[in-house]
């Protein structure tokens, strides 16, 4: 499964954006989600999806961000909003097998928060 990112860009601190994540190959069977990395951090779970429909999300980004899969299950989405400078990252699509545990990332989009 190879994952493309888009949606990154700059955005004023209480803004939104919406990434989006496709995958070429099949995706239908894969949970799909998002991690960030911050300049000198590990890189961390933002959220995720799995194909039963839960979903979990990190503490700090509970009831601001929201992760969906589109109809075609080839896709997932996150949208952020209430963004804070603390949110500035690159975000990573993850596609994960969920008998094999093999995983798939995509390039990276950045979210930029600044005034």
């Known amino acids: 499964v190879q994952l493309q990112a888009f949606g990154g860009g700059l955005v004023q601190p209480g803004g939104s954006l919406r990434l989006s994540c496709a995958a070429s190959g099949s995706a239908i069977w894969h949970h799909m989600g998002w991690y960030r990395q911050s300049p000198g951090k590990e890189r961390e779970l933002v959220a995720f999806?799995?194909?039963?429909?839960?979903?979990n999300y990190a503490d700090s980004v509970k009831g601001r961000f929201t992760i969906s899969r589109g109809d075609a299950l080839n896709t997932v989405f996150l949208q952020m909003n209430s963004l804070a400078p603390e949110d500035m990252a690159v975000y990573y699509c993850?596609?994960?097998?969920?008998?094999?545990?093999?995983?798939?990332w995509g390039q990276g989009t950045l979210v930029t928060v600044s005034s």
């Open positions: 999806r799995y194909t039963d429909g839960s979903a």
């Open positions: 993850n596609a994960r097998h969920p008998i094999t545990n093999k995983e798939s």
